[in-house]
């Protein structure tokens, strides 16, 4: 009967098997991750998002600079300033313009997002104007063509409300999928990685890329894009447990 007593007590003390343990840490993992996106999915939508669009409405309303002898090297006005082109770059992966200037822009690289209508056409020695605004070149003009730099302030929150939504639904994924881990280590069921979690990811990665760059592209409202990106994902899982459930009980 001691035999028996002790033996009860080290079981319930013993801990829990390899598989149960491995679920146990892998429902923890995925919970942190949920936080963790969660954090960026609100940095995103709360400081990111109404910060591009509160510097875009400024740079829009800025002015031109009044002449000075003087000139700051950051000012809230658009100021002309005359350059010569000292290099470019014209590869698809770098696309950029060193432009040499007067004080306080001696020498400055103004990086751009495709090849024309100005860069393409630049040589070592061409003259140009840029226009300034809070130190950094926003555009350049030759002649009669003007393109603007990646740098310039650009009315596109669409993109950055698809990083954000991206966060948000992968948050709600990892929740879902953490939890069930916590409460069934064993046998999570369909809440896995293969194939559940793996194609709801790349759903959800694919589906937010795609919505992001339509709205874009078409100017649509970027509330729009957490709609339709939450739409997608929700059928998506729905259509995929469905299926994958089907496929398990006919087995």
């Known amino acids: 009967m001691t035999t028996t007593g002790s033996r009860a007590v080290r079981g319930a003390d013993a801990p829990p098997p390899p598989r149960a343990a491995r679920g146990l840490l892998a429902g923890a993992a995925l919970i942190v991750l949920s936080l963790a996106a969660a954090l960026a999915c609100s940095l995103v939508f709360t400081a990111w998002l109404p910060g591009d669009r509160a510097r ?24 002309k300033v005359a350059f010569t082109v ?31 209508p100005v860069l393409g056409e630049l040589h070592r020695g061409d003259r140009v104007t840029g226009t300034v605004w809070r130190g950094i070149v926003v555009e350049v003009a030759a002649g009669d063509a003007r393109q603007s730099s990646s740098d310039a302030p650009r009315d596109e929150p669409q993109m950055a409300a ?86 398990r009980a006919g087995r």
């Open 56 to 79: 875009y409405r400024e740079y829009e309303a800025a002015e031109a600079c009044p002449a000075r002898t003087v000139v700051p090297r950051s000012e809230d006005c658009l100021r």
């Open 86 to 116: 000292e290099s470019t770059r014209n590869t698809p992966k770098n696309l950029r313009a060193t432009l040499l200037g007067p004080e306080p822009f001696p020498r400055t690289v103004v990086p751009f997002g495709d090849s024309g």
């Open 162 to 247: 698809a990083i954000g939504t991206f966060a948000g639904l992968l948050a709600a994924l990892a929740l879902v999928f953490g939890t069930v881990r916590l409460a069934r280590p064993r046998d999570p069921g369909l809440f896995t990685w293969r194939p559940y979690g793996k194609w709801l990811l790349v759903v959800t990665g694919a589906g937010c890329a795609v919505v992001g760059l339509t709205t874009v592209w078409t100017g649509l409202p970027w509330p729009l894009v957490p709609t339709v990106c939450a739409a997608v994902v929700t059928v998506t899982a729905w259509f995929l447990h469905r299926d994958l459930r089907r496929g």
